[in-house]
Each structure stands twice: as C-alpha cells, then as structure tokens.
C-alpha cells in the first residue's frame, strides 16, 4: 500500500513517507492570471486533483495549497494595452480559472491564496535574507545572490557557470546578471507596497516561497507544478526558502504539457485553445478523461481526432454504466478499488494502466448483460463506479448529474426526450418512417445521440 511518485530532484521513483503519518501537505504552483486559462493550464490542475483523491482514498489527510499570481509583468502589460486596472483584470481571469476547474471536477484547494494578500510576509523573508547575507537591495530591489547559495540548480541539473542571464531583463544594480529580482522597485504608473528599502512589488519567485511557508510551515511533503517551472522558478523557490532556514518540499513532482505541433500550448504563441470554448464543443466530462487519462509526466499531443477517441473510449464506460442502472436500478460504489487499480495508481500515479483495468471490468460486466447474469454486472459497476470516483469520472456523481447545484436539469431534459422518443416509436409502429426520421434529426441537430436497443431507445449528449 505504499504510494510512489517521481521526485524530480532525485531523479527517481520513491517510496513517498509522508512528514506526518496519516497526512500530506502539497503546494501547487496555479494560475498567473493575465490571461483566460487553456487547456493546457488546467492539465495541471487535474493531475494534481486525481492525486489529491487518490491520496484521500488511500486514507491520508490532505492539505492542498493552489496559488494564484495576481502581480506579474504580463498582468501589467495587459492593463497598460487595455487600459483597465491591473486588479480587474487578474480577478476577471482568476474567476476564469476557478470556472474551468470547477465545470472539469477538480476539488477545490484547501486553501487559494493570492500574491498581493502576503506583502507583509514578503518584506519579513527579505528582511531575513539580507540580514544573512544572501539577499542585497539596489535602486530600490532586492536581489537574491545566487552564488551564496551552494545547492543553487541541484533541481534542474545544471551548472551555473554555464548559466546565462535571461534574455530581455532589464534590472539594474545587479552584482552577477543572473542574480533573480525577489521585489521590484516601483516604476511610474505601476501598482506597488512600501518596505524598509523602498516602494516596489513583488517577483514571481518569492511569492511562493513565502505562501508555502505560511500554509504549510518550514518544510511540507510535497512541491508540483508545470516541468517548465523547474527552472528558473522552482529552482528559485528553493534557492530563498533554503536560505531562509526552511527544509522546503521532501517531493518535487511535475506534470508533462499539453502540445500543438510538437510545441508547448501557450498564449505568447497563439496556438491556445480556451477551457471556455471547449466545454462549448465537447462535454466537460469528456474533456477531464482527455486531459487527466494519460500519464501525468507524459506530453498530451492535442488534436481533435484525440479527443474524439477519447469520446468514444468514454461512451462505452457511460453505457455500460447507463445499461445496468436501466436494469438494476441504482448501484453504489464498491468499497474498494480492484487490487490491479490500486497497484497501478500506487506506481507514480499510473492512470494509464488503471484505466485499463477500468476498460477490463466493463467488458466483463457486458458480457454479463449479454448473458443476463444480473449480480455479476451490479457488482462489476460497483467496482467501476469506485475506480471512476478516484479519477473524477463518474457520471453518476452528483457534479455532473448537477445534483450538487440543486437543479437535476438532466432529469428534466431525460423526461422530456422520452416523451418525444415514445412519439417517435408510435411513428415508427404504425410504419410512419418519414416522422421517425424527422424527430430523430431534430434530436440530433439539438445536441443528442440516439441509440436503438432492444429494450428501447436511448439518448445521451453529444460532445
């Protein structure tokens, strides 16, 4: 029963030993929030999300700390292009964010702390850092030495004589370039705080280090986020919290991206596609097994064929578990996950192979129906409905039968196509075909599949 996850930093799958029996603490890199998120955003967030439940399944105590950088260069330029403050339009795209984890399943964190919410802390970590040599001020910043620190790159595996300053910085007064701005002095027309060295505003870096020591104390189980953080910011992070005194993350743990012509999907190379213009074209439901299927550290490769296999590769879980309810009424999740699903997601979380045990119980609870041995196929879509939970894809669950909104629409809707599917089955009984195929079209240009059995028609949305 021992969960096993990649550590970045040591380069290898370990036996994960929590700091504190029975719990976990996890700190999640989130949104920068300039923009509106794409998928390839909320990738991270689902994979961290499954780990999270399959955590809590395995009986730990989850403490889930999911940032949200509301000051940062691009927030700005996009306040100074559109000419609106700087805080609406972070709190427009935080509210974006929140929507796609939400309309994709994702628990909510334990806690969401923002950037700008944490200054006090800030000033009192650079305060810390200065005082012990690591930190300097010029022109009102404050730069961390990078040479002070002796395990600086250890995460990402490079050598900092061979490190170039990054490309485009202009930040004066520093004693080596590639030394990393924690604050930024204040600038004309820019949002800032006043501190002991000056007006200015936070770097990207620091503010992590700091929320990660407020929420989850001076060391914690587990550090995640994109592999495009590991450097510079994680290596950041790392470099101001182990200087500062703090142990930091024990597991460093990275999800792989989600690419479009063999690059990474992002806003600066225009080949993005909006969480809110998906969930337009395909069902939410379906866009969670799409993203949070394959392997958390394996590149997703986006292509419309993709998510249409991953559409059809769903559908037959979803009818197999629309099939035994219509036979048996309703079924609870088992107790228990099959032994085969449990060793797959205890090895670094191996959705992949859980999800062919998945595949495998639904084959054998058809062949069940087929044989109509009833008890076998209840108790295969109770060990179905107990893996889909873990995963967030059980469309019995109350968030996607929208029960836990208060409205049971699809209730509602299912009355009424069944009215409508009885006219078209009187249609078709007094061999009225041309009527038939006329409500059937109608249902379809409406958004819904229509499959004929032998126990009746039924319907289900169409991505």
Known sequence: MTIRLYDTDARQVRDFVPLTPGCVSIYLCGAT??????????????????????????????????????????????????????????????????????????????????????????IEMMRGLIDSGHAYVAEGSVYFDVRSFPGYLQLSNQELDNLRAAEGEIETGKRDARDFAMWKA????????????????????????????????????????????????HENEIAQAKAYGDEFARYWVHNAWVTMSGEKMSKSLGNSVLVSEMVQRWRPIVLRYYLGTPHYRSMIEYSEEALREAEAAFARIEGFVQRVVEKAGSVEPAAEVPPAFAEAMDDDLGVPQALAVVHTTVRQGNSALTADDKETAVARLAEVRAMLGVLGLDPLDPHWTGADRGDDLHGVVDSLVRLVLEQRQAAR???????????????????????????????????
């Open 33 to 122: 929030v300039q923009a509106a998120p794409h998928i390839g955003h909320i990738r991270s967030g689902l994979n961290f999300d499954i780990l999270q439940r399959w955590f809590r399944y395995r009986g730990y105590d989850v403490t889930f700390v999911r940032n949200v950088t509301d000051i940062d260069d691009k927030i700005l330029v996009k306040a100074a292009d559109q000419g609106r403050p700087w805080w609406a339009i972070g709190y427009e795209n935080e509210r974006a964010f929140s929507t796609g984890y939400d309309v994709l399943g994702c628990m909510p964190p334990t806690y969401e702390p923002r950037a700008t919410g944490h200054v006090p802390e800030m």
């Open 429 to 463: 009984s007094r061999k009225d075909y041309a009527t038939a195929d006329a409500i059937r079209d109608q249902l379809v240009q409406a958004g819904l599949e229509i499959e004929d059995t032998p126990t009746g028609s039924r319907w289900t949305l169409r991505g």
């Open 186 to 233: 204040a600038k004309p027309g820019e949002p800032s705080w006043e501190t002991p060295w000056g007006r200015g505003r936070p770097g990207w870096h620091l503010e992590c280090s700091v929320m990660a020591h407020k929420y989850l104390g001076p060391v914690f189980d587990i550090h995640g986020g994109g592999m495009d953080l590991i450097f510079p910011h």
